[in-house]
């Protein structure tokens, strides 16, 4: 019994241990945007002070950065929306049906996360200004569905596997099409998947920097990821902007995870057993 609880302690201690390391640079990063320049840079650290909205203040009152926070917004939230929408389908048509080239279309699916995205950047750039698509919210929707795509049919291809072939066969005595089928026994029960990787999607979306930095150079279309980095000069790192910035990218992320926080866990585990 002994053995028990002491092994029982060092599980819930090295739990513990591991989320203090995974919170703490959040926790650093809120608290230092709640700091003046000069706490910021002090040695040793200011572990108490006094919070200031000063830093805050001064981003919200720039428009470039409210408008960036809005960009990112309508790019993240479209790119997740077109990414479930033409995901679900296919990874109901790979989970639920034989057809010739099937393993080669899966390969192709995870193959596209294996590429670096700075060796497309360059290819990506000369073929968005030959089609005309430089400095759009369209070129960045495409260019992130294409990395996000994969994502949504790896997850919900697991998903749908893991439902009984039986619901699907008394739907069929049952009169029900195959658009039956997949909308109203499949993507109900899949709902953990596609809440998993609408949240990838979007977490993925809503952070990418290298693509927004190089296709889009028009101050009012850049996102809050680039404009977080605009801050940074060769003179000065302001860095109580800097952290503000980052703290009002993180929180919608951290809102949209918490709304659909229900279906994560079931998301992540369902069908990892049989």
């Known amino acids: 019994m002994s053995h028990s609880r002491l092994g029982s302690f060092l599980h819930g201690l090295g739990l513990l241990i591991v989320l203090a390391l995974a919170l703490f640079p959040f926790y ?3 608290t230092s945007s709640l700091k003046d320049q000069t706490e910021l840079l002090a040695s040793p650290p200011h572990w108490l002070f006094v919070p200031t909205l000063a830093n805050y203040q001064d981003i919200f009152a720039d428009t470039k950065v409210t408008t960036a926070v809005l960009n990112s917004l309508i790019v993240a939230t479209s790119t997740t929306a077109l990414s479930v929408l ?67 049919v790896w997850i919900c291809t697991d998903q749908f596997r893991s439902i009984p072939r039986d619901l699907e066969q008394s739907a069929r005595l049952e009169g029900a099409n195959q658009f039956d089928i997949f909308w109203r026994i499949y993507l109900p029960l ?53 952290m503000a910035t980052g703290t009002v990218i993180v929180l919608p992320v951290t809102i949209f995870a918490l709304l659909v926080s229900r279906h994560m866990v079931r998301g992540l585990t369902m069908g990892a057993t049989k």
């Open 28 to 30: 650093w990063m809120v």
């Open 86 to 152: 033409l995901g679900t389908p296919a990874a109901y048509a790979l989970a639920r049906f034989e057809f010739r080239g099937k393993s080669d279309l899966w390969f192709w699916f995870i193959s596209n996360r294996m590429i670096s995205p700075i060796v497309l950047a360059l290819p990506v750039y000369l073929l968005s200004r030959q089609v005309g698509l430089l400095n759009t919210h369209m070129v960045l929707i495409l260019i992130y569905l294409t990395f996000n795509l994969p994502i949504v």
């Open 190 to 242: 899949g709902l953990p998947g596609v809440a998993v990787s609408a949240i990838f999607a979007f977490i993925f979306s809503w952070n990418e920097l290298l693509y927004a930095l190089v296709l889009i150079t028009s101050q009012g279309l850049k996102t809050a990821p680039v404009v977080a980095t605009n801050f940074m000069s060769g003179y000065e790192l302001p860095w109580g902007k800097i």
